[in-house]
């Protein structure tokens, strides 16, 4: 199995989805860690489009991906034609989603792609209630709640284990 990580949207989650993806135990062969292209240039509002696209151009059976980098698998798979298998999303940023009226983006995601959501109690950039209720109307997805808000989710031996049971009862 094929894991392709997705950090967030700033250069230091690189290394937390380097060590998330190190202590997995789900059978995966190879894996493979995104850096995103906005991350050399001016990114305080980075344009996810051409990481959609390079993503895109990749192969996974399992992307696991954090806040930003959820937004730019479910545009990979959404306008790109990317089929991993499955994903896991980490601290999807719902509150963008709703302020930008891409709501369906993620409605569509779901259908499409069985998906784990984890998700803290109180992120502030979309807590775990709102985001539950969305993904509850589809049956390949699941979603859990881990406490918090602080969208850092830096906790691998309270993560790492929620991903394992996910993929291995799938």
């Given at each position: 199995?094929?894991l392709?990580?997705?950090p967030?949207?700033?250069?230091?989650?690189?290394?937390?989805?380097e060590?998330?993806?190190?202590?997995?135990e789900?059978?995966?062969t190879e894996?493979?860690i995104?850096?995103h292209g906005?991350?050399?240039?001016?990114?305080?509002d980075p344009d996810v489009?051409?990481?959609?696209?390079?993503?895109?151009?990749?192969?996974?059976d399992?992307?696991?991906a954090?806040?930003?980098?959820t937004?730019?698998?479910?545009?990979?798979v959404?306008r790109?034609?990317?089929?991993?298998?499955?994903?896991?999303f980490?601290?999807?940023p719902?509150?963008?989603l709703?302020?930008?009226e891409?709501?369906?983006?993620?409605?569509?995601?779901?259908?499409?792609?069985p998906?784990?959501f984890?998700?803290?109690?109180?992120?502030?950039n979309?807590?775990y209630?709102?985001?539950?209720?969305i993904?509850?109307r589809?049956?390949g997805?699941?979603?859990?709640?881990?406490?918090?808000?602080d969208?850092?989710?830096?906790?691998?031996e309270?993560?790492a284990p929620?991903?394992e049971?996910?993929?291995?009862?799938?």
């Amino acid at each position: 199995m094929k894991l392709l990580g997705l950090p967030g949207r700033e250069p230091s989650t690189l290394a937390q989805m380097e060590a998330l993806l190190a202590r997995l135990e789900i059978g995966q062969t190879e894996t493979e860690i995104r850096h995103h292209g906005f991350w050399a240039t001016d990114w305080s509002d980075p344009d996810v489009l051409p990481e959609a696209e390079a993503v895109a151009r990749l192969s996974a059976d399992l992307v696991i991906a954090k806040s930003i980098g959820t937004l730019v698998a479910m545009l990979a798979v959404a306008r790109e034609g990317f089929a991993p298998t499955a994903c896991v999303f980490i601290a999807t940023p719902l509150n963008r989603l709703i302020a930008e009226e891409e709501v369906a983006l993620l409605e569509a995601h779901c259908a499409a792609i069985p998906t784990l959501f984890v998700q803290q109690s109180d992120d502030f950039n979309g807590a775990y209630g709102p985001l539950a209720q969305i993904v509850a109307r589809h049956p390949g997805c699941a979603a859990v709640e881990i406490p918090g808000g602080d969208h850092l989710y830096e906790d691998i031996e309270l993560i790492a284990p929620l991903i394992e049971a996910w993929v291995n009862d799938a």
